[in-house]
C-alpha cells in the first residue's frame, strides 16, 4: 500500500488549468483517469486526510504510485481525451458499465452493391444504417419478415448470393416475392438500391407516406377491377400496420430522442436507455457499473453520454438527450455531442407532459434492472471477496491473490502439446490478458518439463520488461525471449508511454497450475532459477481437487462448500478449456494440411484445378509432369515442383473402418488424408482424449 504523500506533486507544479490526469500503480499501469476545470483543485482534493476520503477513492490513491497530467485548452478538448484513454487503457478504478449482453441491431449493408438486411451485434461498420438496439433478435426478423412483402431487400449471405448468381435460379424468398432475387437480374441494382433506401425510410419513422400511397394504389386498382393486385396491396398495408403496432406511439410528435435514466445505490449504478425514433420507442438496452469512487448522478450520466455517443456520428446522435441530472458543467458536453452529431443537441431534464411520464417508464426499468442486478450479483462481490480471504488463508499468503494465473498443459497422445495461461482479477476473468504457448523445447509428452518451459518463458519476459521499464535491474541482462509467431502471443512491454495492462509484465500475486506435486514443483523450480521469489504457487489436482503447494508432502484440502475452492476449480477449468481449443485448432490445421501446402506460388485456386482434373491426391501422386501440365494454369516448372513434393511426402496411413476391419480408400475430393490413423488402444485413447 503506497502513501499518496509519497508522490504528491510539490506545490506550484500543477497548473491551474483545464486538463486530463491519469494515476498509474507501481507496475506503471494506468488505474484511473479523469478530467478537470482546474487540475490544481480537483487534484488537491485526493491527497487531503485519507480518513475524509470515500472508501473507493482511498482504495484508488493508496494503490496508485504516480500521477500525472495533460493541459488541454477547453473542457470540451478534456471530456474527449478522458474517453480515448478510458478506451485505450481500461483503467481499474474508473466508471465502466457493463453491458449484460451484446444487442442485437437491424443493419442495412449501404456500403455494398446489393444492399443487405440483417442482425448484427459487436461494433459498428462504416456505410451501414443501424435500428435498434432490440431486446430480443427474434423481434428483429419478426418486424424484417412483415416488411419484406412489401420492401423485398435482399437478406441472404454472400455464398447463397453468388451461388444463385451462378445457378441463375433465386432462392425461396426470391420465389415466394419476399426478395425482388437482383441475383438473377429481376431487379438492376439502382432499384434494389431504392428499396433498401425506402426499407431505410420507413425504419426511420417515415411510415405514414408508405401507407397512404398503398392505399392510393390499392384503390385506384379496385377501380380499374384488378381486384387481385388491389387485395396484395391491402394485404401489404396491413403488413406495415402491424410493424408499427409492434412499436406503440409513445411521444405525439414524433420526436427522435433518447431517454436515460438511473438507479443507484452506495455501491452499484444501473442505467436504462429508451431509443425513441419518429415518437415510437425503436430500441432499449440497460448497463450497471461499480461506483469505484464518490460520484453524483450528474457524472454518472456524463459518463453513460460518453459510452452511449463515444462512437457515434451523425443522426445516431438524436435532436434531444432526455436525462434524470445534468452533468456540471452541462455546456462541453452539450458541444461535444454537437460536434459528434454535426448539428445542435438539447440536453435536458424533462419537467412535464409525456415526456416527463416517459422518463418516469425509464426510471422504473433502471430501478428493476437494478434490483435484479443486485439479487444476480448480491452474494457475488462478498463471495469472491471471501474466497480469496479463504484462498489466503489456505495457502499462508501475506494478502488475498488479486491477480491469479492458472497454467495447463494440452495435447494429443504426447503430439501438438500447447499450454494456456488464464488470468483472473478481482476473482472475475480478465481475457484480454490471456496468452497460450506453443511447446518447443522438446519433442514429446512430458508435463512436467513443459511446465517448467511454460513458467520459464512467461516469467523471463516478465523480468526483461521490468529491466526494460527501468523498474528492476539486475547485475546481468536478462535474455531476451524469442517471439513465437506459430504459438505463443506476446507483445512490446509497458513504456512510460504506455500503461495498458494487456502484456506479461504486470505479475500475479498466485500460480496456479493444473496437477498435482511434480507440476507445483516444476513451476517453483522455474521460479527460483529466474530468482522470483514473490510470487506463490499452487497446483488443483483433479481426482480429488487436493491444492498442492511447493515442497509439501501432503496436499491442503480445503472444504468441498468452500469458496475459495470454487474459485480455484473455475480458474483451473477455465485453463483447461482454454489449452484445449488451442490443442484442437492445431490438430484441425495439421489434418487438414496436404504436401502441396509447401509448393511456391501454388495458391488455393491452382490446388482446386488440380483436384477438379484429378479427382483426388492419390491419382495425383500417380500423375506423370506431362500430365500435370494439361490442368490450366499450370506450367512445368510448377508441375515438376508439385512432383517432387508428393515424391517427398510419406503417404496417408491407410484408415480403417473399426465396426469391420476393412481398408478404405481414400476419399475423392480431398487434397490430403481424410482419415486420422487408428490407434488401437484403449477406448479413451482411440477417441483422442486430450490432456
Given at each position: 500500500?503506497?502513501?499518496?504523500?509519497?508522490?504528491?506533486?510539490?506545490?506550484?507544479?500543477?497548473?491551474?488549468?483545464?486538463?486530463?490526469?491519469?494515476?498509474?500503480?507501481?507496475?506503471?499501469?494506468?488505474?484511473?483517469?479523469?478530467?478537470?476545470?482546474?487540475?490544481?483543485?480537483?487534484?488537491?482534493?485526493?491527497?487531503?486526510?485519507?480518513?475524509?476520503?470515500?472508501?473507493?477513492?482511498?482504495?484508488?490513491?493508496?494503490?496508485?504510485?504516480?500521477?500525472?497530467?495533460?493541459?488541454?485548452?477547453?473542457?470540451?478538448?478534456?471530456?474527449q481525451?478522458?474517453?480515448?484513454?478510458?478506451?485505450?487503457?481500461?483503467?481499474?478504478?474508473?466508471v465502466?458499465?457493463?453491458?449484460?449482453?451484446?444487442?442485437?441491431?437491424?443493419?442495412?449493408?449501404?456500403?455494398?452493391?446489393?444492399?443487405?438486411?440483417?442482425?448484427?451485434?459487436?461494433?459498428?461498420?462504416?456505410?451501414?444504417?443501424?435500428?435498434?438496439?432490440?431486446?430480443?433478435?427474434?423481434?428483429?426478423r419478426?418486424?424484417?419478415d412483415?416488411?419484406?412483402?412489401?420492401?423485398?431487400?435482399?437478406?441472404?449471405?454472400?455464398?447463397v448470393?453468388?451461388?444463385?448468381?451462378?445457378?441463375?435460379?433465386?432462392?425461396?424468398?426470391?420465389?415466394?416475392?419476399?426478395c425482388?432475387?437482383?441475383?438473377?437480374?429481376?431487379?438492376?441494382?439502382?432499384?434494389?438500391?431504392?428499396?433498401?433506401?425506402?426499407?431505410?425510410?420507413?425504419?426511420?419513422?417515415?411510415?405514414?407516406?408508405?401507407?397512404?400511397?398503398?392505399?392510393?394504389?390499392?384503390?385506384?386498382?379496385?377501380?380499374?377491377?384488378?381486384?387481385?393486385?388491389a387485395?396484395?396491396?391491402?394485404?401489404?398495408?396491413?403488413?406495415?400496420k402491424k410493424?408499427?403496432?409492434?412499436?406503440?406511439?409513445?411521444?405525439?410528435?414524433?420526436?427522435?430522442?433518447?431517454?436515460?435514466?438511473?438507479?443507484?445505490?452506495?455501491?452499484?449504478?444501473a442505467?436504462?436507455?429508451?431509443?425513441?425514433?419518429?415518437?415510437?420507442?425503436?430500441g432499449?438496452?440497460?448497463?450497471?457499473?461499480?461506483?469505484?469512487?464518490?460520484?453524483?448522478?450528474?457524472?454518472?450520466?456524463?459518463?453513460?453520454?460518453?459510452?452511449l455517443?463515444?462512437?457515434?456520428?451523425?443522426?445516431?446522435?438524436?435532436?434531444e438527450?432526455?436525462?434524470?441530472?445534468?452533468?456540471?458543467?452541462?455546456?462541453?458536453?452539450?458541444?461535444?455531442?454537437?460536434?459528434?452529431?454535426?448539428?445542435?443537441v438539447?440536453?435536458?431534464?424533462?419537467?412535464?407532459?409525456?415526456?416527463?411520464a416517459l422518463?418516469e417508464?425509464?426510471?422504473?426499468?433502471?430501478?428493476?434492472a437494478?434490483?435484479?442486478?443486485?439479487?444476480?450479483?448480491?452474494?457475488?462481490?462478498?463471495?469472491?471477496?471471501?474466497?480469496?480471504e479463504?484462498?489466503?488463508?489456505?495457502?499462508?499468503?501475506?494478502?488475498a491473490?488479486?491477480?491469479?494465473?492458472?497454467?495447463?498443459?494440452?495435447?494429443?497422445?504426447?503430439?501438438?502439446?500447447?499450454?494456456?495461461?488464464?488470468?483472473?482479477?478481482?476473482?472475475?476473468?480478465?481475457?484480454?490478458?490471456?496468452?497460450?504457448?506453443?511447446i518447443?523445447?522438446?519433442?514429446?509428452?512430458?508435463?512436467?518439463?513443459?511446465?517448467?518451459?511454460?513458467?520459464?518463458r512467461r516469467?523471463?519476459?516478465?523480468?526483461?520488461?521490468?529491466?526494460?521499464?527501468?523498474?528492476?535491474?539486475?547485475?546481468?541482462?536478462?535474455?531476451?525471449?524469442?517471439?513465437?509467431?506459430?504459438?505463443?502471443i506476446?507483445?512490446?512491454?509497458?513504456?512510460?508511454?504506455?500503461?495498458?495492462?494487456?502484456?506479461?509484465?504486470?505479475?500475479?500475486?498466485?500460480?496456479?497450475?493444473?496437477?498435482?506435486?511434480?507440476?507445483?514443483?516444476?513451476?517453483?523450480?522455474?521460479?527460483?532459477?529466474?530468482?522470483?521469489?514473490?510470487?506463490?504457487?499452487?497446483g488443483?489436482?483433479?481426482?480429488?481437487?487436493?491444492?498442492?503447494?511447493?515442497?509439501?508432502?501432503?496436499?491442503?484440502?480445503?472444504?468441498?462448500?468452500?469458496?475459495?475452492?470454487?474459485?480455484l476449480?473455475?480458474?483451473?477449468?477455465?485453463?483447461?478449456?482454454?489449452?484445449?481449443?488451442?490443442?484442437?485448432?492445431?490438430?484441425?490445421?495439421?489434418?487438414?494440411?496436404?504436401?502441396?501446402?509447401?509448393?511456391?506460388g501454388?495458391?488455393?485456386?491452382?490446388?482446386?484445378?488440380?483436384?477438379?482434373?484429378?479427382?483426388?491426391?492419390?491419382?495425383?501422386?500417380?500423375a506423370?509432369?506431362?500430365?500435370?501440365?494439361?490442368?490450366?494454369?499450370?506450367?512445368?516448372?510448377?508441375?515438376?515442383?508439385?512432383?517432387?513434393?508428393?515424391?517427398?511426402?510419406?503417404?496417408?496411413?491407410?484408415?480403417?473402418?473399426?465396426?469391420?476391419?476393412?481398408?478404405?480408400?481414400?476419399?475423392?475430393?480431398?487434397?490430403?488424408?481424410?482419415?486420422?490413423?487408428?490407434?488401437?488402444?484403449?477406448?479413451?485413447?482411440?477417441?483422442?482424449?486430450?490432456?
Amino acid at each position: 500500500m503506497a502513501d499518496p504523500s509519497s508522490y504528491r506533486p510539490k506545490p506550484g507544479e500543477i497548473p491551474d488549468s483545464p486538463g486530463v490526469y491519469r494515476f498509474r500503480d507501481e507496475h506503471r499501469r494506468v488505474i484511473y483517469v479523469g478530467k478537470a476545470k482546474s487540475l490544481r483543485q480537483r487534484l488537491a482534493n485526493y491527497f487531503q486526510d485519507l480518513a475524509g476520503l470515500h472508501p473507493r477513492t482511498r482504495s484508488m490513491v493508496t494503490t496508485a504510485a504516480s500521477v500525472e497530467w495533460t493541459v488541454v485548452s477547453t473542457e470540451v478538448e478534456a471530456l474527449q481525451l478522458e474517453y480515448s484513454w478510458i478506451k485505450e487503457y481500461d483503467p481499474r478504478f474508473n466508471v465502466k458499465y457493463r453491458d449484460d449482453k451484446s444487442y442485437p441491431y437491424l443493419a442495412v449493408t449501404m456500403n455494398e452493391e446489393y444492399p443487405r438486411v440483417q442482425v448484427m451485434r459487436g461494433h459498428k461498420k462504416k456505410g451501414v444504417r443501424y435500428f435498434g438496439p432490440y431486446a430480443h433478435a427474434w423481434a428483429i426478423r419478426d418486424t424484417v419478415d412483415l416488411l419484406l412483402r412489401v420492401f423485398p431487400v435482399r437478406t441472404c449471405s454472400a455464398g447463397v448470393f453468388k451461388n444463385a448468381a451462378r445457378t441463375g435460379r433465386p432462392c425461396l424468398l426470391g420465389y415466394i416475392g419476399k426478395c425482388s432475387a437482383p441475383c438473377v437480374d429481376r431487379v438492376s441494382a439502382e432499384e434494389h438500391r431504392e428499396l433498401a433506401d425506402e426499407f431505410c425510410d420507413f425504419m426511420t419513422g417515415r411510415t405514414n407516406t408508405y401507407i397512404r400511397r398503398l392505399e392510393k394504389q390499392m384503390g385506384e386498382a379496385a377501380e380499374e377491377m384488378e381486384y387481385e393486385r388491389a387485395a396484395r396491396l391491402r394485404d401489404d398495408i396491413e403488413a406495415l400496420k402491424k410493424a408499427m403496432e409492434k412499436n406503440a406511439v409513445v411521444l405525439a410528435d414524433a420526436t427522435d430522442a433518447d431517454l436515460i435514466a438511473v438507479a443507484e445505490d452506495e455501491l452499484e449504478a444501473a442505467v436504462q436507455i429508451f431509443h425513441v425514433r419518429g415518437g415510437r420507442v425503436r430500441g432499449q438496452r440497460g448497463w450497471v457499473t461499480d461506483k469505484v469512487e464518490e460520484i453524483t448522478t450528474g457524472a454518472l450520466v456524463e459518463h453513460a453520454l460518453q459510452q452511449l455517443y463515444g462512437e457515434e456520428t451523425g443522426d445516431a446522435v438524436p435532436k434531444e438527450v432526455l436525462v434524470p441530472a445534468l452533468p456540471d458543467p452541462v455546456e462541453p458536453v452539450q458541444e461535444w455531442l454537437a460536434g459528434r452529431r454535426g448539428s445542435g443537441v438539447s440536453l435536458r431534464i424533462p419537467q412535464r407532459g409525456d415526456k416527463k411520464a416517459l422518463m418516469e417508464t425509464v426510471q422504473r426499468n433502471a430501478q428493476q434492472a437494478l434490483v435484479l442486478h443486485k439479487t444476480k450479483r448480491a452474494s457475488d462481490l462478498t463471495t469472491r471477496s471471501r474466497a480469496l480471504e479463504e484462498i489466503a488463508d489456505a495457502l499462508d499468503l501475506d494478502s488475498a491473490p488479486l491477480r491469479i494465473e492458472c497454467y495447463d498443459i494440452s495435447h494429443l497422445q504426447g503430439d501438438d502439446v500447447v499450454a494456456s495461461m488464464v488470468v483472473f482479477e478481482d476473482g472475475l476473468a480478465r481475457k484480454s490478458e490471456y496468452r497460450r504457448f506453443q511447446i518447443k523445447g522438446f519433442a514429446g509428452q512430458d508435463d512436467v518439463r513443459s511446465m517448467h518451459e511454460v513458467i520459464t518463458r512467461r516469467f523471463r519476459r516478465y523480468l526483461a520488461e521490468k529491466e526494460k521499464t527501468g523498474e528492476w535491474t539486475d547485475g546481468e541482462n536478462a535474455e531476451a525471449p524469442e517471439i513465437d509467431r506459430n504459438g505463443e502471443i506476446v507483445g512490446t512491454g509497458l513504456t512510460e508511454d504506455d500503461g495498458r495492462p494487456k502484456k506479461f509484465a504486470y505479475p500475479p500475486q498466485l500460480v496456479v497450475v493444473d496437477g498435482g506435486a511434480p507440476q507445483v514443483a516444476a513451476a517453483r523450480r522455474a521460479l527460483d532459477e529466474l530468482g522470483i521469489d514473490d510470487i506463490a504457487v499452487c497446483g488443483l489436482a483433479k481426482r480429488l481437487e487436493e491444492v498442492w503447494l511447493p515442497g509439501d508432502d501432503d496436499p491442503v484440502v480445503l472444504p468441498r462448500t468452500s469458496e475459495g475452492l470454487y474459485l480455484l476449480q473455475r480458474v483451473r477449468d477455465e485453463a483447461h478449456r482454454f489449452a484445449i481449443t488451442y490443442q484442437r485448432t492445431k490438430r484441425s490445421k495439421r489434418f487438414r494440411s496436404s504436401p502441396l501446402d509447401d509448393v511456391p506460388g501454388l495458391g488455393e485456386t491452382r490446388k482446386q484445378a488440380l483436384l477438379k482434373h484429378f479427382g483426388s491426391l492419390k491419382k495425383l501422386r500417380s500423375a506423370t509432369i506431362d500430365q500435370i501440365c494439361e490442368v490450366p494454369g499450370i506450367g512445368r516448372k510448377t508441375a515438376e515442383a508439385i512432383a517432387a513434393a508428393l515424391a517427398q511426402a510419406a503417404p496417408a496411413a491407410p484408415a480403417v473402418n473399426t465396426a469391420t476391419g476393412e481398408i478404405m480408400e481414400e476419399e475423392p475430393g480431398t487434397m490430403g488424408s481424410s482419415w486420422e490413423p487408428v490407434t488401437m488402444g484403449a477406448p479413451d485413447e482411440r477417441r483422442g482424449q486430450e490432456t
